[in-house]
């Protein structure tokens, strides 16, 4: 069964956050719960200024500490796929798999909306879910942490679940020029401008994702959490840099 | 009706009547905005203050049952007077504490099924909700075999051994919850467990010094014999080098914490000049340090009563800086997201607060109206 994984290239990446609007759309976040975002970071002081920026999704941890932690099981990796999911119909919303994630990829709905006006209100729901868009995605799995998000749960990065394990058989690299699996490609990777962004197996020796990592060098990000991220960055000594800090900021501004 | 009597039923009411009240605004709040009303948010403080409250008092509880446990293992007669005390002390504030955390969580209700049939063996939650809940059963069972006003110490060794171990267990295994966060290194440290537990110990004996006394309206002479005895004899060193062993470990934190580069040590550098964690210090553990020590002052009444609230604000102040100090440096957020987060409880995450002490000061007034709490000689 294939391990599947992300290669971001910072290289290729402009920023442009075209992965994470296609994210929201493709799942139905809320404004404000980006389960992918390029963060901007700015180093250095006047005139000595760099702007950097970095794309991040849910890592799909091969060892990943918001499982270990929960409670309930409600977070559990899949061992088809090796995707992280949360089973809505377990979940508390005890928020320690938020706090045990290194990447701060994790969103708990139901505290005060970070954009106004909350959207939530506009929409509101009569059911258990937070809201009501006029706008849903066909696909609905609160097993697996996927569609409208309902009260008190905690949700994250599916790796795009719905698409993915729907992929014929077989299938090595999810890429969308391939013409007959581009509707089993991740949101976040089919829009991607300036393809910046691969998606394929991680346990298959010819897979392009493996060759990507093993030409430009892929990291991982912090990989010293004993995490074990499935998704690799490559930046080949450009603009763009995997981030030492996870503030990236002036610390001594303190 | 006798005196004492009459105050109880006044306390018992009074604090059933401000359940009622700050119930009703609770409800009122959470019931409208549900979690939004709470302070907390995805930038990362995700654990405000009603995780705060719910250590407190579930760390408090521990405390107590320990000092019950340890007072009928070794304390022979001396200690008997505060046992029971300590025991329903020990129910009373934990139900203050679970009645907030079933507030602050999500799907409470599906809590109590969810955990007991997870079988979640890597999650320290588990293993703290689950041994909490037979640590529950121990607590009451213990009562009730100290129901007759002659029990034996004797015949319940065995039982203060597994409400010791219980009650050890619960807190390593709250430190564990924050101390195995490798990535939070102001969380992070082997050493979490075990300051949790002297942390809980010294709760525990102000805790009994100060529930003495209110059950005694703060009337010394009315304290019986015994407890006099106890209280200006072994206990006032006990609880002051509870104090001193607390302090080191805190003073240990810091000044890791301010020599250590690590990022997320610089929460550090800000706390240590804010007013609360001075407050904490001087006045929350120094002074009553000083006081316990002092032989002026530690067979005061006043002394004893006023340290053990100041060490009770102390506590308080010390589990809300470590839980939130530890989430202050956002994960991953970028520039846009402040250096330092910056969170201050809502008024309703304040009124759980006040739940939680009104809640357990009910639980605790109803003990001591009818268990006769330490009175039996
Ligand atoms: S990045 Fe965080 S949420 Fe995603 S699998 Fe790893 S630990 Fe879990
Ligand atoms: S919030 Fe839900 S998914 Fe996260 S640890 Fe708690 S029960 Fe598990
Ligand atoms: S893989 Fe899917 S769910 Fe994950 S960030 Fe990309 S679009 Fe969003």
């Given at each position: 069964?294939?391990?599947?994984?992300?290669?971001?290239?910072?290289?290729?990446?402009?920023?442009?956050?075209?992965?994470?609007?296609?994210?929201?759309?493709?799942?139905?976040?809320?404004?404000?719960?980006?389960?992918?975002?390029?963060?901007?970071?700015?180093?250095?002081?006047?005139?000595?200024?760099?702007?950097?920026?970095?794309?991040?999704?849910?890592?799909?941890?091969?060892?990943?500490?918001?499982?270990?932690?929960?409670?309930?099981?409600?977070?559990?990796?899949?061992?088809?796929?090796?995707?992280?999911?949360?089973?809505?119909?377990?979940?508390?919303?005890?928020?320690?798999?938020?706090?045990?994630?290194?990447?701060?990829?994790?969103?708990?709905?139901?505290?005060?909306?970070?954009?106004?006006?909350?959207?939530?209100?506009?929409?509101?729901?009569?059911?258990?879910?937070?809201?009501?868009?006029?706008?849903?995605?066909?696909?609905?799995?609160?097993?697996?942490?996927?569609?409208?998000?309902?009260?008190?749960?905690?949700?994250?990065?599916?790796?795009?679940?719905?698409?993915?394990?729907?992929?014929?058989?077989?299938?090595?690299?999810?890429?969308?020029?391939?013409?007959?699996?581009?509707?089993?490609?991740?949101?976040?990777?089919?829009?991607?401008?300036?393809?910046?962004?691969?998606?394929?197996?991680?346990?298959?020796?010819?897979?392009?994702?493996?060759?990507?990592?093993?030409?430009?060098?892929?990291?991982?990000?912090?990989?010293?959490?004993?995490?074990?991220?499935?998704?690799?960055?490559?930046?080949?000594?450009?603009?763009?840099?995997?981030?030492?800090?996870?503030?990236?900021?002036?610390?001594?501004?303190? | 009706?006798?005196?004492?009597?009459?105050?109880?039923?006044?306390?018992?009411?009074?604090?059933?009547?401000?359940?009622?009240?700050?119930?009703?605004l609770v409800m009122q709040t959470l019931g409208g905005q549900g979690h939004a009303a709470f302070n907390t948010t995805n930038l990362g403080v995700h654990w405000g203050l009603p995780i705060v409250v719910y250590d407190y008092f579930l760390l408090t509880s521990t405390g107590l049952a320990m000092i019950a446990a340890l007072a009928i293992l070794f304390?022979?007669?001396?200690?008997?007077?505060?046992?029971?005390?300590?025991?329903?002390?020990?129910?009373?504030?934990?139900?203050?504490?679970?009645?907030?955390?079933?507030?602050?969580?999500?799907?409470?209700?599906?809590?109590?099924?969810?955990?007991?049939?997870?079988?979640?063996?890597?999650?320290?939650?588990?293993?703290?909700?689950?041994?909490?809940?037979?640590?529950?059963?121990?607590?009451?069972?213990?009562?009730?075999?100290?129901?007759?006003?002659?029990?034996?110490?004797?015949?319940?060794?065995?039982?203060?051994?597994?409400?010791?171990?219980?009650?050890?267990?619960?807190?390593?295994?709250?430190?564990?919850?924050?101390?195995?966060?490798?990535?939070?290194?102001?969380?992070?440290?082997?050493?979490?467990?075990?300051?949790?537990?002297?942390?809980?110990?010294?709760?525990?004996?102000?805790?009994?010094?100060?529930?003495?006394?209110?059950?005694?309206?703060?009337?010394?002479?009315?304290?019986?014999?015994?407890?006099?005895?106890?209280?200006?004899?072994?206990?006032?060193?006990?609880?002051?080098?509870?104090?001193?062993?607390?302090?080191?470990?805190?003073?240990?934190?810091?000044?890791?914490?301010?020599?250590?580069?690590?990022?997320?040590?610089?929460?550090?550098?800000?706390?240590?000049?804010?007013?609360?964690?001075?407050?904490?210090?001087?006045?929350?553990?120094?002074?009553?340090?000083?006081?316990?020590?002092?032989?002026?002052?530690?067979?005061?009444?006043?002394?004893?009563?006023?340290?053990?609230?100041?060490?009770?604000?102390?506590?308080?102040?010390?589990?809300?800086?470590?839980?939130?100090?530890?989430?202050?440096?956002?994960?991953?957020?970028?520039?846009?997201?402040?250096?330092?987060?910056?969170?201050?409880?809502?008024?309703?995450?304040?009124?759980?607060?006040?739940?939680?002490?009104?809640?357990?000061?009910?639980?605790?007034?109803?003990?001591?109206?009818?268990?006769?709490?330490?009175?039996?000689?």
């Amino acid at each position: 069964m294939a391990k599947w994984g992300m290669v971001i290239d910072l290289d290729k990446c402009t920023g442009c956050q075209a992965c994470t609007t296609a994210c929201t759309m493709e799942n139905n976040r809320l404004p404000g719960e980006n389960w992918q975002d390029v963060l901007f970071y700015t180093e250095g002081t006047y005139p000595n200024v760099s702007m950097k920026w970095f794309p991040r999704p849910c890592m799909h941890c091969e060892h990943p500490s918001c499982v270990s932690v929960c409670p309930t099981k409600a977070t559990y990796k899949d061992p088809n796929g090796g995707f992280v999911l949360v089973d809505w119909n377990k979940c508390i919303g005890c928020k320690y798999c938020q706090v045990a994630c290194p990447y701060g990829v994790r969103f708990y709905m139901d505290e005060r909306a970070v954009i106004q006006p909350d959207i939530r209100t506009v929409f509101p729901s009569n059911n258990d879910r937070l809201w009501d868009p006029p706008y849903k995605g066909p696909q609905d799995d609160p097993s697996r942490g996927i569609g409208i998000q309902p009260h008190g749960v905690v949700s994250k990065c599916t790796f795009c679940y719905h698409k993915v394990s729907k992929a014929p058989a077989g299938a090595v690299d999810l890429d969308e020029d391939i013409r007959e699996l581009k509707e089993h490609v991740p949101a976040c990777v089919r829009v991607c401008p300036p393809k910046a962004r691969f998606f394929g197996d991680l346990d298959h020796p010819d897979s392009y994702v493996n060759k990507l990592i093993a030409d430009k060098r892929g990291v991982r990000l912090k990989d010293e959490t004993g995490n074990k991220p499935q998704v690799y960055y490559l930046s080949g000594g450009a603009a763009a840099a995997v981030p030492a800090l996870r503030s990236m900021t002036d610390s001594d501004k303190s | 009706m006798t005196k004492t009597t009459t105050k109880e039923i006044g306390t018992l009411i009074l604090a059933l009547i401000g359940v009622g009240i700050v119930g009703y605004l609770v409800m009122q709040t959470l019931g409208g905005q549900g979690h939004a009303a709470f302070n907390t948010t995805n930038l990362g403080v995700h654990w405000g203050l009603p995780i705060v409250v719910y250590d407190y008092f579930l760390l408090t509880s521990t405390g107590l049952a320990m000092i019950a446990a340890l007072a009928i293992l070794f304390g022979s007669e001396t200690f008997r007077p505060i046992v029971k005390r300590a025991a329903w002390l020990a129910l009373a504030g934990l139900a203050g504490g679970v009645v907030v955390l079933m507030l602050e969580l999500g799907h409470p209700l599906r809590a109590l099924v969810a955990i007991p049939t997870s079988f979640a063996f890597e999650s320290p939650l588990y293993w703290k909700a689950m041994t909490i809940g037979v640590y529950v059963l121990a607590l009451l069972i213990l009562i009730a075999r100290m129901l007759k006003a002659d029990w034996d110490a004797k015949a319940l060794r065995g039982h203060a051994i597994l409400i010791l171990v219980l009650a050890m267990f619960i807190t390593a295994a709250a430190g564990v919850v924050y101390g195995s966060n490798s990535f939070r290194p102001f969380w992070a440290s082997g050493d979490i467990p075990v300051a949790f537990i002297f942390e809980s110990l010294l709760g525990g004996l102000a805790f009994i010094y100060f529930f003495t006394y209110l059950a005694y309206a703060f009337d010394a002479e009315a304290m019986p014999e015994g407890v006099k005895r106890l209280f200006n004899g072994a206990l006032p060193g006990l609880f002051a080098l509870a104090i001193f062993v607390h302090l080191l470990f805190v003073l240990a934190r810091m000044v890791n914490g301010l020599y250590g580069n690590v990022e997320g040590l610089q929460v550090w550098q800000h706390m240590v000049t804010s007013p609360l964690f001075l407050a904490e210090i001087f006045i929350g553990l120094l002074l009553p340090l000083i006081l316990m020590l002092l032989a002026g002052t530690r067979t005061r009444p006043w002394a004893q009563a006023l340290a053990a609230l100041l060490v009770m604000n102390a506590l308080l102040i010390s589990r809300y800086e470590y839980i939130i100090g530890g989430q202050l440096v956002p994960m991953f957020k970028g520039t846009w997201a402040p250096d330092l987060l910056s969170y201050m409880p809502s008024t309703t995450e304040w009124l759980l607060l006040l739940l939680a002490i009104l809640v357990s000061n009910a639980i605790n007034a109803f003990g001591e109206l009818t268990l006769r709490l330490g009175r039996e000689r």
